[in-house]
Every structure is written in C-alpha cells, then in structure tokens.
C-alpha cells in the first residue's frame, strides 16, 4: 500500500508546487484562476484521504468555484453528513496548499501523528465537478492525490454541488438519507413533490392565484444541464422553461447571467423574456444558490432573494406546526446580509425566534443544528432547513397516532413529504426552487403574493479593493469593525444622516476586497449611504484602484 512518502515523491515528480503566493482554504474552500490550482487539487487529494481515514468515512471533495467566472475554478471538502469541511482542518487544507514540495511528506507526517490516523483503510472519496472547461484536468490532479494514499476515488462526473454533498450524506448514513446516485437523488425530490402536489389540490395547473409556470435561468452551468432531469419528470406538475443552457466550453459561466448577477445588479439576466409578472429564478455556476424575481406590467424589476425564501419557508412551517398542534423549536438563521425588514417580520410578525451569525454557510449551518428545525438562507440565496432526527421521529409518530384528527395527520404527512423535497446537507437551489414551488401552490400564490408579505429596504452592495484584506476585523456577526480604528466611528456617524439606514463592512474570505452593504429608506439614500461607506474604506484601508464614487444621479 502507498504510502506518505510515495505521495511526495509523485508530488514533486507529477504536481510539484507552481506558485509562490499563499492560498487560504476559506468557506467556500479554494478558489483562484483554474491554471494556478493544480497541485492544490492533488494535495486536496491527499488530504481528503486523511480526512476520511480519521473518520473513518467517505468524504466528498467538489471541484467548482460557484458564481465565479469561467477562468477561475476552485475545490472543497465535504464532511461525512453532507456538511462543509469541519473549521479546524481548513488549517490543515491550508498548510497542505502553501508547504514547498520539500515539507509536503513532513506535513502528512505531521496530521497523522496529530490525529493518530490509521493508514490501512481502503476509504472512498466521493469526486464531483461543475461544467468549467478547467474541471475535467483538476479532477484527475484530485484522483492522483486520493490515489497515492491508496485512497478509492468515486468519480461522479459533471454534478451540482448539493448532488455531491448528499451523494455522501447518502453513503455514509448507509442510504438511510437516500440513495447515492443521481437517480436516487431525481427520485427522492420529485416523488415527494408530485405527492405533495396532488394533495393540495386536484389541479396542477394552478391554486388561486399560483399557476405552475417558471422561467428558469442555468446560468450557463451545471444547474441548466440538471433542471432537464427534472423537466422531464415533474411534466405537468411544473413548468419550467429553460434559458441560458449552453454545452459546456461554449457558454459563458455566470456571464451577464446567474443568481449573483441578479442579485448584485438588480435586473434581469441576459436571456430571460420580458414577460409582466411572471415567476422567474436564477441559479448561480454550481447550482447551489437561487432568487426569484419578476417584473411588473411598468417594466419594474422585483427581486425576491434567500431572505424572501427564508421568511417563505419559516411561516409555512411555523403553520403547518401549528395544524399539526405540536411543538418543536423552529428558528430562522440569518446574517447581517439580511435585510432589515425581513427580521422585523419574522421576530415581529410570525414570532419565529431569529439568530444573526457571521457571513459563509458553514456559521448559517453550524446555528441551525442547535434547533429541533433550523431555517438558514443568505441573502444571496444559498440556503436551506435542517430538522433533527428526533423532529422526524415526533412527527411519524404524530402520522401514526389515532387519536389525533384527520387534518393534524394530513399536516403531519404534508410536513413529512416537504423533508423529502429538502435537500438537508447543503444548500440546493433545485431542491430549494421545488419547496417554494410548493408552498406557493398550497398558499395560493404568485410572486405578487409572495411579495406583498412585506416590503424590502433598499439595500446596496458594493466592492472596494484594498492592498491587504487582513486590515479589516470585524465582531458582533460582521456586524462592528475593529480595524482599521476609527473606521466604525466614521460609519456611524455616515449612518446617523440616513433614515432606517445601517452599513457595515467585512473583508471577502478568498480575495483583497472589502465588501461594503448599506440599506436605507429609500433607493437613493442606500446608494449615498454605500457609497461614502467605501469612500472611507478606500481612505482607512489602504484602497488601491478605482475610488468609490458618489452616483452621479443624486
């Protein structure tokens, strides 16, 4: 059997070591230009290989780099349930990137001994990637690394991100969670829609004012090729008209198009028809994420994001808990993305307990586990809900008992069959598109209904570049900045002037920019209010590049 040292000598003689600069392992794992990440990939290789010996479990590693564009492309691990890599060994994902080739045996030495890793098991690592021209050579640089430590890689070709993470999810509970295949997971979801489906109403074509047509935006990438399995199963159930869904290496990723262009820009993708009020939704490169937006008959564009999702989500829950008459925590999770409006519904109008954590899915994840049923979206929307096995266990046995009426074990089963459509282990903007599919078909709803729950803030974010991302430290979920000091001090007193207005800013976690949100009473107010915010960023920050500009227009 390989061993650590067979692993360097392959390394240096096959992967060795191309680039100087460090490379952190963040929440979205690693993501940099594609021809800079060769040896990164087959070190993630190696330590996949650890990571699943430790646990003694399959682990998962994704080539992708989400809403990026095509020349960047990136890799993470997935833990044994589906989960994002646990935090304390993002430290180890990054000393494995940036050691020279000479320090790569001493290294895996190092974890092995740290962790008393056995070396004999014959363990499995799950391999995925997106439709980026630069994915097909990372994976075989993976396959090499998982290789070497006599590791079994299990290639799943060209899948969505949460397809992988519930592939393992699946592998691991022994397919207690599903099949791992991507039949299975076709099947799990769309079964338990269509069963939903016919018994909310006999009609599929419509319920009040909900009528079963979307416009779907693949954001030229792996959810465009997926959504086409789902076409052909849900049929009459659903609707979807497919737009950008170019083959791989002819479209352009996330070009002008995909859930972070409608939701940084606030307009249509490139593509999508102008049609008055009708649903539409974007996904973004890697089919995790998803918005839903129309325009109304003035041409107006009307965004509804993860915090539209979220609250969606959390109150029809919180109803269907309350016909079925049982109580369970229920909570929804957000970040300081979140739009101020949303939280005052939530807390304010539905009751639902409300916890702000700091920005990245893995912080949202690690929140909702800690409540009975934990509802967890971005703003961005990538997100999705998680119930305990003993929430699931209470309401089978709600299903089953006699005593209870008709209408309670009804909601009791609706509830049950909407687990299935959860994709539970990651966000899944596929799975999340089918459980705001049927909920607005139960409620009787479109996008105007949706809406109309309550109104948005204006909110603004913008992008300023910095020399070095560490200056800026933050607290209270992101919400307070430490350093540069001073610099908080200047934001307050910039939101002071705005009415309902807040800003905070925090640095990306993969590159030397710093994100500035701004939200206000009104449109104007909220692109003023961004704008001065990135003023004194560029000034305290130590900005490089464009200055942030005052719009023209106000």
Not at 135 to 155: C, F, Q, R, Y
Not at 318 to 340: P, R, S
Not at 532 to 544: C, D, N, P, T
Request: net charge negative; hydrophobic share 35%.
């Amino acid at each position: 059997m390989a061993n650590y040292r067979t692993a360097y000598a392959f390394a240096r003689e096959m992967h060795p070591k191309t680039e100087k600069a460090d490379i952190q392992y963040g929440t979205a794992g690693f993501r940099t230009k594609a021809n800079k990440l060769g040896y990164v990939m087959y070190r993630m290789g190696l330590l996949a290989v650890l990571r699943a010996r430790y646990k003694n479990a399959t682990i998962g590693v994704m080539i992708t780099a989400s809403h990026n564009p095509e020349p960047d492309n990136g890799v993470k691990l997935v833990d044994p349930y589906g989960e994002m890599l646990e935090q304390s060994w993002e430290g180890w994902a990054t000393k494995f990137a940036n050691v020279g080739d000479d320090q790569l045996e001493s290294i895996i030495a190092e974890i092995i001994q740290e962790y008393n890793i056995p070396m004999t098991e014959r363990v499995q690592i799950c391999i995925g990637k997106d439709t980026r021209p630069s994915s097909p050579s990372l994976a075989k640089s993976v396959m090499d690394g998982v290789l070497a430590l006599s590791g079994k890689p299990v290639d799943f070709g060209i899948v969505t991100t949460p397809q992988l993470h519930y592939f393992v999810a699946c592998k691991n509970s022994k397919h207690a969670y599903g099949i791992p295949t991507e039949e299975g997971y076709y099947h799990k979801l769309v079964t338990a829609f269509l069963n939903l489906r016919s018994h909310q109403t006999n009609s599929c074509e419509g319920n009040g004012n909900y009528r079963n047509r979307i416009l779907y935006d693949g954001a030229n990438g792996v959810g465009a090729k997926k959504i086409k399995q789902f076409q052909e199963r849900l049929g009459e159930a659903l609707k979807i008209e497919l737009y950008n869904d170019e083959g791989i290496g002819t479209g352009k990723l996330n070009h002008l198009c995909g859930a972070d262009y409608v939701k940084s820009n606030q307009k249509l993708p490139n593509g999508i028809p102008i049609q008055p009020n009708v649903r539409c939704c974007s996904v973004d490169g890697d089919a995790d994420r998803i918005v839903y937006y129309f325009t109304d008959e003035n041409d107006k564009f009307h965004l509804l994001d993860g915090d539209r999702i979220a609250t969606l989500i959390a109150a029809y829950l919180k109803e269907l808990l309350e016909q079925i008459d049982i109580d369970l925590n229920l909570a929804l999770i957000q970040t300081a993305y979140a739009n101020g409006a949303s939280t005052e519904y939530i807390t304010q109008k539905l009751k639902v307990p409300v916890a702000c954590v700091s920005t990245g899915v893995k912080h949202l994840h690690h929140k909702a586990v800690e409540y009975e049923v934990g509802v967890y979206f971005e703003a961005n929307g990538h997100g999705t809900v998680i119930f305990r096995q003993s929430a699931k266990d209470r309401l089978k046995q709600a299903v089953e008992d006699s005593s209870r009426s008709d209408a309670q074990r009804n909601a009791a089963k609706r509830l049950l069959n909407l687990i299935n459509v959860i994709n539970e282990t990651v966000g899944d903007a596929i799975s999340d598109m089918l459980v705001v599919e049927t909920i607005l078909h139960a409620k009787g709803w479109d996008v105007q209904d949706w809406e109309a729950t309550y109104t948005d803030l204006p909110n603004r974010l913008i992008k300023v570049t910095i020399e070095n991302r560490n200056v800026i430290t933050t607290t209270d979920a992101e919400r307070i900045c430490l350093t540069p000091p001073g610099l908080q001090d200047e934001i307050n007193a910039l939101v002071s002037k705005y009415n309902k207005a807040r800003s905070f800013v925090r640095p990306s976690g993969t590159e030397d920019i710093v994100r500035v949100y701004a939200e206000a009473a009104t449109r104007e107010e909220a692109d003023m209010l961004a704008a001065e915010v990135g003023q004194k960023v560029y000034e305290m920050a130590g900005g490089i590049g464009d200055r942030p500009e005052i719009p023209n227009n106000l």
